[in-house]
């Protein structure tokens, strides 16, 4: 149904995307000898590259000025033309990635959760997880999914359903559901210290909540807050969350709201007619966003970041934990994503090497030694 399609977004601003990059150009060259090989710069990065209707999906492990054609580390299958997400295992060797698996009518919950190993078969740990959503994957290493099953349709109302965040073992796949509602969506925002933060949508209302999944207990953050938020990053203290959403008597309007973990008190950051914002709280704290027409830019944040790749919006997906390396996808109307890499202290983007014609997921850095950085 399309409303709930519409939910299940919430990881991704509402841009249709697709622009192929062009391989990087030689540095030099000497006399008899082939172009010296490209600058290699910064962190490793997985990315995950489906090419359209596709029924599989390649893990690559990359670099900035690596080379235009890398070679995959590892391969799952799923549906033709699936929605991929991933993430990094921190401490570890994996990546976790989601992708649509269950040949259904409503798409709702028809995605599997994989564990991905470089040089290594995939492993599907988990069905039942909400299309289109991300793992949550905390510093420690705690892994939850948000699941779910249809509930009755009820002509004339938007269908309420049987939620559940669950929390996944990474080497048995065992699951234990540490929250559950019955409503539209449950959305993992993110961790924050022990608890981990919810964007619940529910029959009569939306809101933040954090849960402690050890305890179930539940804590209030926002009581009440229009539907349709999306773009949701938390530093990595713990103490704030910034995320785009519809104001709250003007429904042309859209925001960038910061709200303090502890007391829940809201700060709003910008507004503007432009649904596409898209903002990203870095581990530091500092904030940053698309204004329209821009590209990534500072918001609020000691960055010299100012529209690296030039117009169009650009979502971040990871920072490293001292904020100076950002991976991203860069997206235009009409083109294929190119992802990309920028030193937050020069504000220098180098595009990250991906299969050509292929969409590209960041599942987060990925240094020599496993892990995220």
């Known amino acids: 149904m399309f409303t709930r399609k519409l939910l299940l977004g919430l990881g991704a601003s509402c841009v ?11 540095q030099g060259t000497k006399a008899a000898h082939a172009a010296a090989p490209p600058e290699v710069r910064g962190p490793r990065v997985a ?3 489906t090419f359209p209707g596709a029924e599989h ?53 028809n995605a599997s959760l994989f564990r991905l190993r470089p040089h290594a078969p995939p ?18 290493g705690r892994i939850f999914v948000s699941r779910g099953r249809a509930g009755t349709e009820i002509e004339g109302r938007l269908r309420v359903d049987p939620l559940t965040v669950d929390e996944v073992d990474l080497s048995t796949g065992k699951t234990r559901a540490v929250h559950a509602e019955h409503g539209h ?35 209030s953050i926002v009581k009440n807050l229009p539907p349709f938020a999306r773009d949701f990053s938390i530093d990595a203290g713990g103490k704030k969350l910034v995320f785009q959403g519809r104001h709250e ?21 910008f ?19 698309n204004p329209p027409g821009r590209g990534l830019s500072t918001l609020d944040a000691e960055a010299r970041i100012a529209g690296p790749l030039g117009p169009g919006v650009d979502l971040v997906a990871a920072a ?27 504000g220098v983007a180098s595009a990250l090497p991906a299969p050509r014609g292929s969409r590209v997921t960041i599942a987060g850095f990925y240094p020599a030694n496993g892990g995220a950085l």
Do not use: C, N
């Open 320 to 346: 490293t934990t001292d904020s100076r390396w950002i991976a991203a996808l860069h997206t235009q109307p009409s083109s294929l994503a190119i992802p990309f890499l920028v030193d937050a202290t020069t």
């Open 185 to 219: 969506l449950l959305f993992l925002a993110g961790a924050a210290g022990k608890e981990i933060v919810l964007y619940r949508v529910l029959p009569h209302h939306a809101d933040v909540v954090a849960v402690d999944p050890d305890t179930g207990a539940v804590r």
């Open 249 to 269: 008597t003007d429904s042309r309007t859209w925001v960038v709201d910061e709200i303090d973990l502890a007391s829940g008190h809201a700060r709003r950051l």
């Open 16 to 26: 249709a995307v697709a622009l192929a990059f062009a391989a990087v150009e030689p």
């Open 57 to 109: 999906t390649s893990l690559y492990l990359v670099q900035a000025g690596g080379g235009a054609d890398p070679a995959p580390v590892a391969t799952f299958a799923h549906l033709p033309d699936a929605a991929v997400r991933a993430a990094v295992v921190p401490g570890t060797p994996y990546v976790l990635a989601t992708a649509d698996t269950t040949p259904s009518r409503d798409a709702s919950f």
């Open 47 to 49: 990315v995950l590259a």
């Open 123 to 140: 492993e599907a740990l988990v069905d039942r997880v909400v299309h289109a959503s991300r793992p949550l994957v905390t510093s420690a």
């Open 271 to 289: 507004s503007s007619p432009s649904m596409t914002l898209a903002p990203a709280v870095l581990p530091s704290g500092g904030v940053l966003y």
